[in-house]
């Protein structure tokens, strides 16, 4: 009869239900939409930005070459049907019209070659390959180069860290097959021949299943995550009905039943446990059957489903301990509902929903792992994304229900004492 009261409280409250069960789906979809189409902005949707070119010469006119040629760039010289100065591109970039400037210095072209004469004729020498009996002319005192890069304040670092690697290695190229060239000419009249493909690359190796590559996508990181958040969101309708219970003197009148209060609280452990796993099952269904149809990967949970009912359970019990706790504790709506929209978002935010805890500083790092959604996230990426087993994840569940112990002990324990005071 607890359970089926608690239902009936659900039942009897519109909003909470929209809540529960309307708002995370939206939630997931916004959210894995919006990190999905970053990823296909980044790759298939070119960025405009500015090329002040003050060197016209074969480097700038490589850079232009490349940046044109690239998945990432279209490549803007003039506005207004007028070329573009650093100063008019450093305004447009600063005012948000641009995400990047690039300003290539006046010679950079004749500099380069410059340096590289230089360079290749004193090795040349050293190793006694000229003319003994020829002066050696003075060597002309060559300044080194800066290529400027304007970044709009509001660009996130990440990017500024990757075009500045793009453009880098550009550079590396081209003075590389300067060098090459020059020392080519040098050696022979153009009779050597040299490689000039890079020799090191870099391969990713990716996980298999039999035999299929497994490779993460923004969908088998969203559900993880805001399905967590989803389930931890119950602790704002479940404080709300155990503040309500007690401002309505309905507690008082559960307490003349001969039952203990542990009834009561195993009832609201059902009842929001089968909503935890309805919300997990929705929010599940939405990935497979919907994303596909609007332009998502679906999620593939071949062989995961059991174990990640396992992580939703046990995440519940720790959200509905969490919730319990707070309903005690509290002595009104205007105290529960903001502290458990806030102490979530703070979960969620500590333990790893929004940022990774890889790129948090340490000593956040070593905070997140006192984070229930910590837990219960690396757990569901255990399953989803490691494969692993059962057995392997026992210890981040049962941290999950050794907080839903604790947690209701403590509210029991505070109710007991309250009362007989």
């Given at each position: ?200 690359t870099f391969k990713e190796i990716i996980p298999r299943i039999n035999n299929k590559e497994i490779r993460p996508n923004s969908v088998q990181h969203n559900v993880p995550a805001w399905t967590l958040f989803a389930i931890f969101f119950i602790v704002i309708p479940l404080s709300i009905n155990i503040v309500k219970e007690k401002s309505q003197g309905t507690f008082v009148r559960l307490l ?166």
């Open positions: 009869m607890s359970v089926v009261k608690e239902f009936l409280l659900l039942k009897r409250d519109l909003g909470g239900l929209i809540i529960l069960f309307i708002m995370p789906l939206v939630l997931v979809i916004t959210v894995t939409l919006i990190q999905d189409s970053t990823f296909k902005t980044i790759s298939d949707t070119k960025i405009p930005i500015l090329l002040v070119d003050n060197d016209k010469g074969s480097v700038s006119k490589t850079v232009f070459d490349n940046l044109e040629k690239s998945n990432l760039f279209s490549v803007v010289t003039q506005i207004d049907n007028k070329a573009i100065t650093e100063e008019v591109a450093k305004e447009a970039v600063y005012k948000g019209k641009f995400q990047l400037a690039i300003v290539i210095p006046k010679n950079l072209s004749v500099d380069l070659q410059a340096k590289i004469d230089q360079n290749v004729a004193k090795i040349v020498s050293s190793m006694g390959l000229t003319d003994s009996t020829a002066t050696a002319a003075p060597s002309e005192i060559i300044k080194e180069k800066e290529v400027k890069l304007y970044f709009d304040p509001a660009v996130q670092m990440s990017f500024k860290n990757a075009v500045m690697n793009a453009i880098d290695k550009m550079i590396s190229q081209i003075e590389t097959k300067s060098i090459y060239t020059t020392f080519q000419n040098q050696l022979g009249e153009g009779t050597a021949s040299f490689e000039q493909k890079s020799f090191i003349t039943n001969p039952v203990s209060n542990l009834i009561v609280i195993i009832g609201k452990t059902i009842t929001y446990s089968a909503i935890c796993m309805i919300q997990f099952y929705m929010m599940v269904a939405v990935a497979i059957f919907l994303f596909p149809h609007i332009g998502l990967p679906p999620l593939n949970i071949e062989g995961h489903l059991f174990l990640m009912s396992v992580v939703a359970l046990f995440s519940g019990f720790a959200a509905i301990g969490f919730g319990i706790l707070l309903g005690t504790v509290a002595s009104t709506q205007e105290q529960s509902a903001p502290f458990g929209a806030t102490s979530v978002l703070i979960l969620a935010a500590v333990g790893g929903v929004w940022v990774p805890v890889f790129a948090m500083p340490k000593i956040m790092q070593i905070i997140a792992k006192s984070s229930p959604m910590n837990w219960g996230l690396e757990a569901f990426y255990d399953v989803l994304l490691r494969n692993v087993s059962l057995l392997e994840i026992i210890p981040k569940i049962s941290l999950l229900f050794l907080f839903f112990i604790i947690t209701t002990s403590i509210a029991l324990f505070y109710d007991k004492k309250k009362r007989t005071v």
